[in-house]
């Protein structure tokens, strides 16, 4: 009886001593900077009292590492001129994108943690592990692989199926998309093109119309970019001029194909203007426009912007009369205006329509 | 004819009378004064059967059924009453040189009693005709200030014929929104007919490329508008002009027979986008009207379309409207024509047996 109480109270002498002088471990962490899982099960698991222990532990970046390769197309669209009539046109391009998903790789160290006399110190040491790599995190990284013309194929442009040529060009020879005629009216600025291809991924193409010309600036939108610019894609010069042109001294033409005879009704023909400046002066930006009662002759912006002096400038414009017109003539005028205000020269014309 | 007669007699009795005061006047004798009276009385009583005549003819009109007939009626009337009313006055002017006579006549002798009392009769009976005159003036001035309401505001006729030969029908979509139309655009022959009067000073040769220019082309604006200012002036001022686009909506169902597209004028109805441009350009555009689509299809549900305003086609054309009271007037005129052709017929014949005798 004596030696079981003695017993007892020993046993729990022990258990108050320990419970007393126990050292505190440092609270578990399942993040931080790179505690692993072996690391967390040695700190919970009892420790030989003055023992060193290892971690591992992610070290300095090596490299990144591609773990997948994707490959995708797009359409990418440029404006080009196209003759014979020096017209806009959309270029369509096929580019091949790779797309690399990527891993960074970190060396491997070992930690090893060497306990000091006193529990509650010790010291760090740091062995690199040669042959073992710390996997990060993953990226992906698109890269343009290459490109080539869209050749020979059907595109869907706003709706609109056309096709490409050897060059990639699109061809709209019944003038369905008229990019021209997208711009006529005076207060469009910007028209969106939606280019689908297929098997490709589809694009948007802003076009802009900037008249008069807007000043030089640093920082650009992505709308102010030169390539999507139809006046100078056309080569035209819109920018104001400070100097008052002769707006009278302009000698201005009309011109039709030399072949041509009458209209027929639903094909479409050439009109080019032609303006002459023999004044000292350049014009401002010059454009002309058609009025009319046909649908198909009426409402045609022409663009001449800065025509210098001595320089003769022409554009032409597709014009049809409609099939639906009933009378055999066809009437329209021209009239002209510039950043400086109304030109009095104006262009009446008739044409025979055949059906 | 008996009136005039007296009219006349009177006034070479006054005239001799004026001619004797001033070198030496001859008096009038009593027996003439009372022959003058006589006369006087006489005109006086005719007058007021006439003016009878008036009252039964107004009370008679407003019973009338047929506008026809109330505007014949009306202006038959507005007529007498012009010449009743012509016939007091003149009355009264015979009256007042009566007056006169009887002062003269008074003042130069020393009058019998018999005499005073008679003369005094008379100047009684003058007042008395006075105040019936004044009444009766009154009230036919105020008859006629009605009569004229009554023909301004009859019922325009249905179509009238106007000069050249065009006739205009009447388009009513409401009492507020009527005015005339042309029947039909203007022929080729009436467009050169119209432009020959205008232009007196082309000659043939000219007048006959303007004629072919006319048949082989059409018209244009200005020269649609030139026609209409000038049967405007052929109207007596009432305005005629081509068609406005607000008067469209009325002639919806004109329009379905119209065998050509036509020119509008006026206010015009466009877009924002083209007024812009219109503004932009220094340009000025014409209207045009095409309900049965002759020039070609469009999206319009009005159908009006815009035009250059100097193009011709032969599928384009001319149709001019004007106010209703230029209807009216015609009319008027028509009915005032007939009447004096009735009125010269009736005097022609117009002899009593006892004129006749005489």
């Known amino acids: 009886m004596n030696k079981s109480i003695l017993t007892i109270a020993f046993l729990l002498f022990a258990g108050i001593a320990n419970s007393l002088f126990a050292q505190d471990y440092p609270p578990l962490d399942e993040g931080g900077i790179g505690l692993s899982p072996e690391v967390l099960r040695t700190l919970t698991a009892p420790q030989p009292k003055h023992n060193s222990y290892t971690t591992r532990c992610k070290g300095a970046f090596l490299r990144t590492k591609v773990v997948n390769t994707k490959k995708s197309y797009k359409v990418a669209a440029n404006l080009t001129i196209v003759e014979p009539f020096q017209q806009p046109a959309l270029k369509l391009e096929r580019q091949e994108y790779r797309i690399y998903t990527e891993v960074r790789l970190y060396e491997m160290l070992l930690r090893i943690f060497t306990p000091g006399e006193d529990e509650n110190h010790g010291t760090y040491d740091y062995q690199r592990l040669d042959g073992e790599v710390w996997e990060g995190e993953t990226s992906e990284r698109t890269v343009l692989h290459g490109s080539s013309?869209?050749?020979?194929?059907?595109v869907n442009i706003n709706g609109i199926t056309l096709m490409t040529d050897d060059k990639g060009v699109v061809l709209d020879p019944e003038i369905k998309l008229d990019i021209l005629g997208s711009f006529d009216d005076l207060g469009t600025r910007k028209v969106n093109f939606f280019i689908e291809a297929p098997e490709m991924e589809p694009v948007d193409f802003p076009m802009n119309r900037t008249m008069p010309k807007r000043q030089a600036k640093d920082d650009r939108g992505i709308d102010e970019e030169e390539r999507y610019e139809l006046l100078v894609a056309l080569g035209l010069d819109f920018a104001l001029s400070k100097g008052e042109p002769e707006q009278d001294a302009l000698q201005i033409k009309a011109i039709l194909p030399t072949d041509f005879a009458y209209a027929q009704a639903g094909t479409h023909f050439p009109l080019k203007l032609q303006v002459k400046n023999p004044s000292t002066r350049q014009t401002s930006c010059l454009i002309a426009r058609t009025f009319s009662r046909c649908p198909g002759l009426n409402g045609k912006l022409f663009y001449f912007g800065a025509v210098r002096p001595g320089e003769t400038k022409e554009f032409t414009r597709m014009i049809v009369v409609d099939k639906t017109e009933k009378s055999n003539t066809a009437n329209l005028e021209i009239r002209f205006s510039d950043s400086w205000g109304i030109l009095q020269q104006n262009l009446p014309l008739t044409f025979t329509v055949i059906h | 004819m008996?009136?005039?007669?007296?009219?006349?007699?009177?006034?070479?009795?006054?005239?001799?009378?004026?001619f004797a005061q001033s070198t030496p006047q001859v008096m009038p004798s009593f027996q003439e004064l009372m022959s003058e009276f006589t006369i006087l009385q006489e005109d006086h009583t005719e007058n007021q059967k006439l003016l009878s005549t008036v009252y039964t003819g107004l009370k008679e009109l407003t019973q009338t059924a047929s506008n026809d007939a109330i505007l014949e009626n009306s202006i038959k009337l507005y007529r007498q009453i012009s010449e009743v009313i012509s016939a007091i006055q003149q009355e009264q002017e015979q009256q007042v040189a009566f007056k006169n006579t009887i002062s003269r006549y008074s003042g130069d002798r020393q009058l019998l009693r018999q005499e005073q009392t008679y003369l005094s009769h008379y100047l009684d009976e003058l007042q008395k005709f006075g105040r019936e005159q004044e009444g009766a003036m009154a009230y036919l001035q105020q008859a006629q200030k009605q009569l004229s309401l009554r023909i301004a505001n009859m019922p325009p006729p249905p179509r009238f014929t106007g000069n050249f030969d065009i006739e205009f029908v009447l388009i009513a979509t409401d009492r507020n929104n009527a005015f005339y139309i042309t029947k039909e655009p203007l022929s080729q022959e009436q467009i050169f007919t119209i432009w020959k009067a205008m232009h007196p000073e082309l000659n043939d040769q000219e007048l006959q490329k303007i004629q072919e220019d006319f048949k082989q082309k059409g018209i244009c604006l200005y020269e649609a508008r030139q026609i209409a200012a000038?049967?405007?002036?052929?109207?007596?001022?009432?305005?005629?002009?081509?068609p406005s686009e607000a008067q469209v909506a009325a002639l919806r169902e004109y329009g379905q027979t119209l065998p050509k597209a036509v020119?509008?004028?006026?206010?015009?109805?466009?877009?924002?986008?083209?007024?812009?441009?219109?503004?932009?350009?220094?340009?000025?555009?014409?209207r045009v009207w095409d309900p049965t689509a002759k020039l070609g299809a469009h999206q319009n549900r009005n159908a009006v379309i815009s035009e250059i305003p100097w193009a011709k086609y032969p599928e384009l054309g001319c149709v001019l409207t004007t106010v209703i009271d230029a209807g009216r007037a015609k009319k008027r005129a028509i009915i005032e024509k007939l009447l004096d052709e009735t009125a010269t017929q009736v005097d022609q014949t117009d002899n009593t047996p006892e004129e006749d005798a005489q």
């Open chain 2, 263 to 286: 020119w509008l004028d006026g206010k015009q109805n466009l877009e924002p986008v083209e007024k812009e441009a219109l503004l932009r350009f220094g340009m000025t555009i014409g």
């Open chain 1, 149 to 154: 013309p869209l050749k020979n194929i059907q």
């Open chain 2, 2 to 18: 008996r009136r005039l007669l007296n009219a006349i007699l009177f006034f070479l009795l006054c005239g001799v009378t004026l």
């Open chain 2, 230 to 242: 000038c049967m405007g002036r052929l109207f007596g001022g009432f305005p005629c002009t081509l």
